[in-house]
T-cell receptor, first 110, second 112 residues
């Protein structure tokens, strides 16, 4: 089975940096995904890590350590529009659906 | 990438009735899934919609309650049967791409 844990809520200030952590235990692993979901909208893809290390994409970066079962999403230069839920999800194989953590609700304040 | 549309976008239904949600993908995909997201919660997988065969259901979900069709590689339906207020949720269709899983906009269901 799979178990994915992430903090329930976080608050950060506009312009700052925030790191959202995710730990997972899976029987098999084929990549770690991060999705952003604004209230009332569908999740949108942010990043995918299958190898250890940091993947940078603009203001967003994602890190993976497979040996530690650990990932984080780093958001830089926070903007008010970054207020959303951030979902960590694990894939087991190329044809299986993602299993999602409970999501971290991020509030960006002025 | 794949663009997914769902109909209806929202509905309010009476207890004991059934609702069928349609999902259309703009390209052929091998894997399609249905998720449920209850208010303030994350996504829970209901089932994998298999083309040409019966859907594969996750623990806690059964075919009689959530029948699923997948007649071809771009279309699927999910029916929520004999609804109760506990079925009030957002139902999301999803399709698997090469390195990404895409989501439809969701169907917001309220059962009175």
């Amino acid at each position: 089975g799979q178990n994915i844990d992430q903090p329930t809520e976080m608050t950060a200030t506009e312009g700052a940096i925030v790191q959202i952590n995710c730990t997972y235990q899976t029987s098999g692993f084929n990549g770690l995904f991060w999705y952003q979901q604004h209230a009332g909208e569908a999740p949108t893809f942010l990043s995918y890590n299958v190898l250890d290390g940091l993947e940078e994409k603009g203001r967003f970066s994602s890190f993976l350590s497979r040996s530690k079962g650990y990932s984080y999403l780093l958001l830089k230069e926070l903007q008010m529009k970054d207020s959303a839920s951030y979902l960590c999800a694990g894939g087991v194989s190329g044809n299986t659906p993602l299993v999602f953590g409970k999501g971290t609700r991020l509030s960006v304040i002025a | 990438s794949a663009v997914i549309s769902q109909k209806p976008s929202r509905d309010i239904c009476q207890r004991g009735t059934s609702l069928t949600i349609q999902c259309q993908v703009d390209s052929q995909v091998t894997m399609m899934f249905w998720y449920r997201q209850q208010p303030g919660q994350s996504l829970t997988l209901i089932a994998t919609a298999n083309q040409g065969s019966e859907a594969t259901y996750e623990s806690g979900f059964v075919i009689d309650k959530f029948p699923i069709s997948r007649p071809n590689l771009t279309f699927s339906t999910l029916t929520v049967s004999n609804m109760s207020p506990e079925d009030s949720s957002i139902y999301l269709c999803s399709a698997l791409g090469r390195n990404e899983q895409f989501f439809g906009p969701g169907t917001r269901l309220t059962v009175l």
